[in-house]
């Protein structure tokens, strides 16, 4: 079956735009999640969604960042007035809910800001 | 707080060696603990995890890892590395505090295989 994708593969944006990456979780997973890879680092944590809420959001940086999940199913994370140090790769996963253990990752976005 | 810490940032086997990665944890109970493999371009795909019991893990790929309480630890083995092995592996631990899973990870261990 289908996995989780993430479009757009990549983008490159000027300093103080604003974009919008989007998940594609596998159909039926209510957990998502969104990470953010920066060069040479793990992925770090940024927000957990059960169903359409946001249970989690302990993990975005600062008032830039945002996301929302308004039926359940695709996720958008935006960003406002990118800065160079956004430029990261941003990873979503998708699970089955809470309680389960195995998150499925998408490829993810690489995101430059240039 | 909860933490990861992978000491080995490259590590260089080669093809038909044994490789053991190296995993410690900090974390205030016991944890969920997570291999991963990453590929250039791909997803991070699981390897395997632990929940409870056997502290001997198996996973796919002809990985296993070990829990040991008494060392924080957790660490990846494999007997006879082949050179598709060559990824970035990460370790990770959740706490499954608040009904979510998120995941804390360590910051990878580059592996090379030489063939």
Redesign the interface.
């Known amino acids: 079956g289908a996995g989780v994708s993430q479009t757009p593969s990549n983008k490159v944006t000027e300093k103080g735009k604003y974009v919008e990456l989007r998940c594609d979780p596998i159909s039926g997973h209510t957990a998502l999640y969104w990470y953010r890879q920066s060069l040479g680092q793990g992925p770090e944590f940024l927000i957990y969604f059960q169903g359409t809420g946001a249970a989690d959001d302990s993990g975005l940086p600062n008032d830039r960042f945002f996301a929302v999940r308004p039926e359940g199913s695709v996720s958008t994370l935006k960003i406002q007035r990118t800065e160079r140090g956004d430029s990261a790769v941003y990873l979503c996963a998708s699970s089955l809910g809470q309680g389960s253990s195995e998150q499925y990752f998408g490829p993810g976005t690489r995101l430059t800001v240039t | 707080a909860q933490s ?1 810490t992978q000491p080995d940032i490259h590590i260089t086997v080669s093809e038909g060696a044994s490789l053991e990665l190296r995993c410690n944890y900090s974390y205030g109970a016991t944890p ?1 603990l997570f291999w ?1 493999v990453q590929s250039p ?6 390897l395997l ?1 632990y ?1 409870s019991g056997d502290t001997l893990v198996q996973g796919i790929k002809g990985f296993e890892a070990e829990f040991k309480r008494s060392q924080s630890s957790f660490n990846l083995r494999k007997p006879s590395v082949h050179w598709s092995d060559a990824a970035e592996y ?1 370790c ?1 631990l ?1 706490g ?1 505090t ?11 261990t580059q592996l090379k295989v030489e063939l």
């Open positions: 990861v969920y991963y371009g791909q997803g991070l795909q699981l995890k929940f990460f990770a959740t499954l608040g009904g979510g899973n998120k995941l804390t990870f360590g910051t990878g």
